[in-house]
């Protein structure tokens, strides 16, 4: 199908010509910055790859997802460079059910999404889905109302992703990096903003000095803002580089302007569940 005009690969993957071998790049994008940083040739790395990766399951792709980017990364690193402990944190609006599935019944591997409460996919995604068998207690579900911004984020990163991973003691952390979760994104109802984007960064960044020697990975997810997507990839790149360009957001004013940044009660109570069931 790829040799020809395309087709379907699942729900909602239409692929045209040559998507496979494009998808096969996105993959081993992935797994070269994986191999950079297990190598040492660099602190951390950014895979700037397409398409995304976080919804292709084993046996079918979804949601854009022809193969799972950071899956086959991972699997990869296992085989060839010995991992036995990665941690994947997931800030992509929609929830990272391929991850998910991925690792589902494998302790070696911690999970952890981040995603707006009810969007698509729509089967997956619960406080409750933690993992089963050996897996049990390494996969971490953080279902944030719609509307939350700078201030739920950074909140859920405080009270529930940085303790996961001081718990879990991961040799490297990898990011699934999807934008959508900005103020700006059409397939998304959330609040963030660039500076969000920074934060976070900065906030795993200090987790992975502390815990695997700095390893940092971090592999392009969603974001369907072409206006907005660039700006938050920028501070995110800024952060991972220790620089601060001259390039300034020139929507991060109005977004700012918008009442909700701050956490609010109800976002505070979906945190606190998840702290519970973490």
């Given amino acids: 199908l790829s040799a020809g005009d395309g087709g379907d ?19 081993g994008g992935t797994m070269v910055a994986i191999d950079a940083v297990l190598t040492g040739q660099v602190r951390n790395a950014y895979a700037l790859v397409r398409p995304p990766g976080h919804h292709a399951e084993a046996s079918t792709g979804r949601g854009f997802c022809l193969f799972g ?3 086959v990364a991972l699997k990869h690193a296992q085989a060839v460079h010995g991992l036995q ?18 690792f589902y019944t494998d302790p ?5 999404s981040l995603h707006q409460d009810g969007l698509y996919p729509y089967d997956s995604g619960a406080l409750t889905e933690v993992g089963a068998g050996a897996g049990v207690g390494t996969n971490l579900n953080i279902p944030l109302p719609a509307g939350s911004g700078h201030g739920a984020y950074l909140s859920a990163f ?39 984007y920074r934060a976070l960064t900065q906030m795993v960044m200090a987790a992975a000095d502390e815990l695997c020697g700095g390893k940092l ?20 790149l800024e952060a991972l580089a220790g620089i601060r360009t001259p390039v300034e957001d020139p929507y991060l004013g109005g ?5 909700g940044q701050e956490l609010q009660p109800h976002q505070a109570e979906a945190i606190e569940r998840a702290v519970r069931k973490g």
Avoid at 9 to 27: K, M, N
Avoid at 162 to 185: C, H, K, N, T
Avoid at 220 to 228: A, R, T, W
């Fill in 9 to 27: 690969a699942g729900d909602g993957t239409p692929f045209g010509h040559g998507a496979y071998e494009i998808a096969c790049l996105a993959a």
């Fill in 69 to 71: 980017n950071i899956v």
């Fill in 85 to 102: 402990r990665a941690a994947v944190i997931d800030w992509d609006v929609h929830h990272g059910n391929g991850t998910q599935a991925g």
């Fill in 108 to 112: 070696s591997v911690l999970t952890i």
């Fill in 158 to 196: 405080e009270r529930v992703v940085l303790p996961a991973l001081q718990a879990y003691g991961p040799e490297l952390i990898v990011v699934a990096s999807g934008f959508d979760a900005s103020a700006m994104d059409p397939l998304g109802q959330m609040m963030c903003h660039s500076d969000t």
């Fill in 217 to 236: 990975v971090m592999s392009h997810e969603g974001g369907y803002s072409p206006v907005y997507v660039p700006f938050c990839g920028l501070a995110v």
């Fill in 255 to 259: 977004i700012l302007l918008r009442p």
